[in-house]
């Protein structure tokens, strides 16, 4: 432009000399008209318009790099869930389309493009349907004239009949589209591109099965004009691996998903692409869809509609038999009308708080400050589930979604996996109800698999909050637990890929609870070697067995890495490096396949981060930099793709804390305290973003007390005295509040004795603190022992300084670099007890 004010690569359409008829005209302006009144990402966006000198009309779009949606989802080999998730993407663009009353009418892969960060763009309103007579009364006689601007193979029954056109048209392309990217195949086959047998077999022809149609073996023409063999091996390599597992995962809901989509009669279809949407997150979710195979009463209906003239005697019998009854009839009517009504209240309340709970949820689960906005949507949700449950008792699928607004509620309230409100007490009382209910619906209907998933998740989590408030016996337990339902499920269905991973993840988190300290754990790294080990065989099983399965490989990434920090822990360093090392090629190799994809790209971060830390371990800390490096490079560039990303935030900020440290090792003192101011802005922000996660203070506690360290290590007294006054406050309000947990307690402790400079110290209000939090954690954790030694040393009970440091000794094994380090502090307290 040539005031300079807009900057962009942008794609500008212009119509040709030559094909300005006053139809296409009248549908280019359409377009533009359309385009304006659409702001959503992925919309392609309208930025200006005009006429040429030459009066011909042009507009300047979005400029969209990128691939049609099918051959996206094929060169980048994604996965059946993963097309399910960016489909879904689709389906919220239409919708955005339909609530701002334009129908877009031409929905197919070239119309859909995806950008390389895995984002779906919406193209080519040019034949859109504005139901919006404010944006132009033109549109209307489109539809009049019935003007046939369509794509036959995606295009509706109402479309290629004529007859008017309402958003479940796009509905039923949108199952036409789903039902390709699944299967590679189209739902129809036409034996010419006559109107008449297009309109036949749309009308008329019930489509197969997606689980039938990836049987096929057919030719399929290529832009080029060259025809491909299309064969059941061709199309599974690409989604699910094998013919057989590609099968399992279409049968069921997925077929009827895409069925329903794809009804002949539109008021049986989804009665949005919302809901399109919202059934497929239910299916990936494990919970009960709405998609149900077709009623004996609907396929009555289709039978006598293809038989009707032999019908017709058989029906004036009828009539005579039917009078004698039409007064009941009518009395049963008005009463099944009344059913009907309160069935739908109930319904739409039942959808009303499973949106509230998985899709409104999940949508601001990672923005900042939404811990109180979901901790509010769920107890709306929890409120009329429970009102229904009420209602129906014995309904197993109602009570299974009850059970999981619980699992909603207690992750919001207390676990440490996610953004929190730190209330542990409520987070345990809200899995035990969960557990209770899918208790009852086992008991009721025994080997239901779905509920005897969730009972192993609630289990899963109920030990997530109980190692991290320090009871770590439970938390055991309660892991214990979720493994034997996870093995019992494994058993009985053996062909189940995914309870074999869940196995493996089972003996993983076990592992991790008793001895990898990157957790809270009992400090037996040896049992927890034993579990990796378990999980390790079977993930290498799985993997022989289906190498191209996305979700083992990543898993066994992780397992190489477990491994690898129970022989760093153990001192057997140079067995811990090769272990990292293997964990680092896998996620490479992943990351080539999947550049785009947020949890591999994270672990790769990971996997440099760990060989930093072995770098380091080896005295080599300009290898270490180098790693860190490219750890924190990674994990900059997911927190600048995503700036509302809360999980991506506290990544970068842990990352730029590891670059202060090696930083300070190597002597660049400034530098290192750029890393950490820049993780203090990070965390701050997060902190008063959301008040309500303890977690963020907890971290920008920690944060100051290293800022504090260094300043004062260089003489920057005021500085020093500065940071570590900020961190008091923040570790003081933790404490000061209702429910304070047990390591909140010992790290207010700790920053009492161990604070710079000097003078802030206060061992007699540490004691106090440090005695808490041991007795919360029934002086089973290590690290609190030895943090109430030092405050009985700093306050000169040194005997008994002697016998707790004995016994955090005790606890752990004697390869331990934690015991090593507490054995020093115990010779440290003897020394001075003989002088």
Avoid at 93 to 121: C, M, S, W, Y
Avoid at 153 to 159: F, K, L
Avoid at 167 to 193: C, I, M, N, Q, W
Wanted: proline letters at 4%; charged letters at 25%; a positive charge.
């Amino acid at each position: 432009r040539d005031d300079q004010e807009f900057k962009k690569r942008v794609a500008i359409k212009i119509l040709k000399r030559g094909m300005d008829t006053e139809e296409i005209l009248r549908r280019f302006r359409n377009e533009r008209q359309t385009l304006a009144a659409l702001d959503h990402p992925y919309i392609a966006r309208l930025y200006d318009g005009g006429t040429t000198e030459d009066g011909l009309p042009y507009f300047v779009m979005e400029y969209i790099d990128g691939q049609p949606i099918d051959l996206y989802c094929d060169s980048h080999r994604l996965n059946t869930t993963e097309r399910l998730q960016l489909f879904c993407k689709v389906c919220l663009a239409v919708h955005f389309a339909h609530q701002n009353l334009i129908i877009h009418r031409d929905l197919k892969p070239g119309n859909i493009l995806v950008t390389e960060q895995g984002d779906p763009k919406l193209l080519d309103f040019g034949i859109a349907k504005l139901i919006n007579p404010e944006l132009t009364a033109q549109s209307i006689k489109l539809t009049r004239e019935r003007m046939q601007l369509m794509t036959p193979q995606y295009a509706s029954p109402e479309q290629v009949r004529g007859d008017p056109i309402t958003t479940a048209s796009d509905v039923y392309s949108l199952g036409v589209l789903l039902y390709e990217l699944l299967t590679g195949h189209a739902p129809y086959r036409f034996k010419s591109s006559s109107p008449h047998e297009i309109e036949r077999v749309i009308c008329e022809q019930e489509p197969e099965k997606p689980s039938v149609a990836i049987t096929r073996v057919e030719e399929v023409q290529n832009l080029d004009g060259s025809t491909t063999t299309l064969t059941p091996e061709i199309v599974s390599r690409i989604r699910e691996g094998q013919p057989e597992k590609l099968k399992r995962r279409l049968v069921g809901d997925l077929d009827n998903i895409i069925l329903m989509a794809l009804r002949k009669e539109s008021q049986r279809r989804y009665n949005s692409a919302q809901a399109l949407a919202e059934d497929i997150r239910r299916h990936l979710m494990n919970l009960p869809v709405e998609a149900r195979h077709s009623t004996l009463k609907y396929r009555s209906f289709k039978f006598i509609k293809r038989h009707k003239f032999g019908m017709i005697a058989a029906s004036l019998i009828l009539i005579i038999l039917l009078a004698g009854i039409v007064s009941t009839a009518r009395q049963a009517k008005i009463a099944k009308e009344n059913q009907i009504r309160a069935e739908q209240h109930f319904n739409n309340i039942r959808k009303l708080a499973n949106t509230l709970i998985f899709e409104i949820y999940d949508t601001i689960k990672d923005l900042p400050g939404s811990t109180s906005a979901r901790k509010l949507l769920v107890q709306r949700a929890l409120k009329y589930l429970s009102s229904l449950a009420k209602e129906a008792k014995d309904d197993p699928s109602l009570q299974l979604e009850l059970a999981w607004a619980y699992q909603k509620i207690g992750d919001v309230q207390g676990n440490p996996n996610n953004a929190n409100l730190g209330d542990l007490s409520g987070a345990i009382e809200s899995y035990h109800k969960g557990i209770t209910l899918t208790e009852e619906v086992i008991a009721n209907h025994p080997g239901d698999s779905l509920a005897m998933r969730a009972q192993a998740v609630f289990y899963e989590k109920l030990s997530d909050v109980q190692s991290w408030s320090g009871d770590l016996t439970s938390a055991i337990k309660s892991n214990k637990q979720s493994l034997q339902i996870y093995q019992r499920l494994a058993t009985s269905q053996p062909a189940e890929l995914k309870y074999q991973q869940l196995v493996a993840i089972s003996h993983i988190k076990l592992g991790d609870i008793l001895g990898n300290p990157n957790f809270p754990n009992t400090g037996d790294a040896v049992t927890a070697k034993s579990h990796y080990q378990k999980a390790w065989s079977i993930l290498r099983k799985l993997h022989a067995s289906d190498s191209t399965d996305i979700v083992t490989h990543r898993y066994l990434g992780l397992i190489y890495e477990r491994l690898g920090t129970i022989f760093e822990v153990t001192s057997q360093i140079s067995k811990a490096f090769e272990f990292y090392q293997n964990s680092l090629n896998i996620r490479k190799n992943l990351s080539e396949q999947k550049p785009f994809h947020y949890d591999i790209q994270r672990d790769l971060a990971v996997a440099y981060e760990k060989m930093a830390n072995m770098y380091k371990a080896f005295k080599e800390p300009t290898q270490a930099l180098l790693n860190y490096q490219k750890s924190t490079a990674i994990f900059e560039r997911l927190y600048k793709n995503d700036i509302k990303n809360t999980n991506a935030q506290r990544s970068v900020c842990f990352s730029y804390e590891h670059m202060g440290d090696i930083l300070e090792i190597l002597g660049r003192f400034r530098e290192a305290m750029n890393y950490y101011q820049k993780s203090l802005k990070l965390r701050e922000n997060l902190a008063m973003n959301d008040p309500s996660n303890l977690k963020d203070r907890a971290d920008l506690g920690w944060n100051l007390y290293k800022l504090a360290t260094l300043c004062y290590k260089n003489d920057q007294l005021n500085s020093a005295r500065k940071y570590s006054k900020q961190m008091m406050r923040v570790q003081k309000s933790l404490v000061d509040r209702p429910g304070a947990r047990a390591i909140d307690y010992n790290n207010f402790a700790w920053y009492l004795l161990t604070c710079e400079p000097p003078s802030l110290r206060n061992p007699e209000m540490a004691l106090s603190y440090a005695k808490k939090a041991v007795e919360m954690s029934h002086k089973s954790d290590p690290n609190f022992l030895d943090t109430l030694a030092l405050a009985y040393f700093q306050t000169g009970q040194t005997e008994r300084a002697i016998q707790l440091e004995k016994k955090a000794v005790s606890l752990l094994i004697s390869d331990s670099p934690l015991r090593k380090e507490l054995e020093k502090n115990l010779a440290k307290f003897k020394a001075a007890q003989s002088e």
